[in-house]
């Protein structure tokens, strides 16, 4: 079986981002990027199947700059087998990566695509499920739990309120939630091992894909400040205030 | 230097690591003034991190230092400067003589299991009476047929109270101060973890800083060590250590950037959510302008650091360049910190607060692994400024 892993560059999660001041955006400059938390989880899982032995290969793919070779390179380390860089400078959209991706499930010939459930920059949580209708096949979103028995698919979805239980057949998308595993480090041997793989890069051209953004951003701002709170003396002032100053009882 | 992404994906896995399993860990240690040594250098082993430059027949990955170098920044961004220094002590202290001069066997026996991290090292060199004056050392290990027997002690022993092994520096006989010294790996303990026959704890002793890392005065009572478990030849043992320094201070100077690197964070993220007069402490001239200062000369230090690795990963001798980062990264450390440390008022003089560990740790500096007086000797040998009969025996 044939994996396809897809790795999105993003600030790392330990950065406090800031509204650029013009409102355009974000501010990049500068800014520490890794890979995003949850494809990290993707690749480690798919990593687990092929050490389970019910994958042969995976191949990790990256819409982004040129600087994400190091996001694939990072994927090649923890064990994917080889990485396709589909360069693109700016903005991503859902869509424009979920048709990259759906071109490449053609022309890979994959039984399986492997997404983190979201992207921490843009948190659309929406490519994997444009890939699953555009490929005409069943998804698995927000997994927590995945079983593989040749055709067959059992996961775990996290949805409010608990967990579900679904059975799919292969091909699928699958896109995974927090809990599913603790991806491992990069160890220093297959950091190095890593740099003899593969890494090939295509332009969405290639693909025939356009990934213009559809969207307009028309402004990003700072979440507002929060006012600092107060103690009340007695639970009476706290109805009191519930009821007549935020009005929720 | 220009780094390869393979550099920056090491920098980025040690910066998890650190993150993860060891920054959770640090209140707790630092209460405990003890960190789980074997525990914690077995997951960096299983990871790479404990043999980046050592040779591939011992487990290593025998790669230039610009590779641990990576590593050894990232570590010192940890909450306790006593993690990283312990790791130092391990990698870059104790074992770099033993990889370039030990004998396979010695080798196999030591330095293998220190780069998985199932053995823990420690290195022997200060006694109570003999610290910077290195040719000073007292301890003696005699020749009585294919062993040598120990006596003598050693002081502020870090990782002394949990090591397997010691590389020691001791008086093997000859008259030149320079030329009767030897390095021995001398077990600390029996493999069923008692101690090793002759040897103990005298104390342990508490510091005002890196309470984490435990740091011990061992003694040693008639210690039989076989001949062969010598590093290279014997009287060579100053030689080899002066050589095996240049690692230690290209350590202290890399780790204690990624300190600083991190004090400045957490600093600019604490002066811009605390507010003052109505606007966050940042907004104040004093506050942004001195911290652009501390951004300046910390670009400096590492300039200056990364030359000293680039002299090493060229095979130079990296002496001056190393001493002189030492000596500027420990500098910089008591003021740097000294300057955010202010800027965090009340919280700044709290325990609880990752700068006043980070004030405490670093102090440690200008004194460890070389104090800042010999490092400026050091310097003034090799700029050939010391005046005639006052040299110090350290290059």
């Known amino acids: 079986m044939k994996v396809l892993v897809a790795v999105k560059r993003v600030v790392d999660y330990n950065v406090k981002v800031r509204a650029k001041s013009d409102q355009s955006g974000v501010d990049l400059a500068n800014v520490k990027m890794a890979m995003n938390p949850f494809c990290e989880i993707a690749v480690e899982e798919a990593v687990r199947l092929k050490e389970a032995g019910k994958v042969e290969e995976i191949v990790a793919v990256s819409v982004g700059p040129d600087a994400a070779q190091e996001q694939l390179r990072t994927a090649l380390a923890l064990g994917a087998d080889r990485a396709i860089l589909v360069r693109h400078e700016g903005e991503s959209e859902p869509l424009g990566v979920a048709k990259v991706l759906h071109k490449l499930v053609e022309r890979e010939q994959a039984d399986m ?7 921490i920059d843009d948190d659309n949580n929406q490519t994997g499920q444009m890939l699953a209708a555009l490929m005409n096949r069943p998804q698995g979103t927000f997994i927590s739990e995945l079983n593989i028995d040749g055709e067959q698919v059992s996961i775990t979805r996290e949805v409010d309120g608990g967990l579900q239980k679904i059975r799919f057949q292969l091909p699928a998308v699958i896109t995974v939630d927090l809990r599913l595993n603790e991806p491992r480090y990069a160890s220093l041997p297959n950091i190095m091992k890593a740099r003899q793989k593969p890494l090939d890069a295509v332009d969405p051209a290639e693909l025939g894909v356009d990934l213009e953004p559809r969207l307009a951003v028309l402004k990003v701002t700072d979440p507002p400040v929060r006012q600092a709170g ?20 | ?18 993150q993860q399993e060891i920054d959770p860990h640090v209140e707790q240690w630092e209460r405990e003034r003890i960190f789980p040594a074997r525990e914690l250098f077995r997951k960096l082993g299983a990871l790479g991190l404990l043999g980046v430059t050592k040779p591939e027949q011992v487990g290593g990955l025998g790669l230039d230092y610009s590779y641990a170098a990576v590593v050894h920044q990232e570590l010192g961004r940890c909450l306790s400067g006593g993690v990283p220094m312990a790791i130092g002590v391990q990698t870059d202290m104790a074992t770099p003589a033993l990889a370039r001069f030990g004998s396979d066997e010695v080798r196999q026996r030591f330095l293998a299991p220190a780069v998985s991290g199932e053995m823990v090292a420690c290195i022997g060199v200060s006694e109570p009476d003999a610290g910077s004056d290195v040719a000073a050392i007292r301890t003696r290990a005699v020749r009585d047929g294919d062993d040598y027997v120990i006596s003598g002690s050693k002081m502020w022993i870090t990782n002394g109270t949990q090591a397997d092994w010691m590389c020691m520096l001791a008086v093997t006989g000859g008259d030149h101060r320079h030329r009767n010294k030897s390095l021995i790996c001398v077990p600390l ?32 009572d008639e210690v039989r060590v076989p001949v062969r478990w010598r590093i290279g030849e ?28 991190q004090a400045l964070a957490e600093t600019e993220d604490y002066v811009r959510e605390r507010r003052i007069f109505g606007a966050p402490v940042l907004n104040n001239q004093v506050v942004h302008y001195r911290l652009a200062e501390l951004h300046t000369e910390l670009a400096g230090l590492k300039a200056l650091t990364w030359q000293g690795v680039e002299s090493v990963v060229a095979g130079e001798d990296a002496t001056p360049l190393a001493s002189m980062a030492k000596l500027s990264s420990a500098r910089l450390a008591r003021t740097l910190i000294d300057s955010c440390l202010q800027y965090w008022g009340g919280m700044g003089y709290s325990s609880e607060s990752a700068i006043s560990r980070r004030y405490r740790d670093s102090r440690l500096w200008s004194i460890g692994g070389g104090a800042d007086e010999v490092m400026l000797g050091i310097i003034c040998k090799h700029l050939d400024l010391m005046p005639g009969g006052t040299e110090g025996d350290r290059r």
């Not at chain 1, 695509?113 to 992207?119: D, E, H, R, S, T």
């Not at chain 1, 003396?233 to 009005?247: F, G, I, M, P, Y």
């Not at chain 2, 992404?5 to 910066?15: M, T």
């Open chain 1, 113 to 119: 695509v492997l997404l983190g459930k979201q992207a």
């Open chain 2, 1 to 18: 230097m220009q780094l390869t992404s393979e550099h920056k994906i090491l920098a980025e896995s040690a910066r998890r690591f650190v």
């Open chain 2, 234 to 261: 014997e009287g060579e043992g100053f030689i080899y250590q002066m050589q095996q320094f240049q690692e230690e201070r290209l350590f202290a100077a890399l780790s204690t950037i990624g300190a600083l690197e």
């Open chain 1, 230 to 249: 107060i103690v009340v003396e007695t639970v009476a002032d706290l109805v009191d205030k519930l009821r007549n100053e935020a009005k929720v009882i």
């Open chain 2, 189 to 220: 303990r029996d493999e069923d973890g008692s101690r090793y026959p002759g040897v103990s704890l005298t104390s342990k002793i508490e510091k005002i800083g890196m309470h984490c890392s435990d740091t011990a005065l061992l003694s040693f």
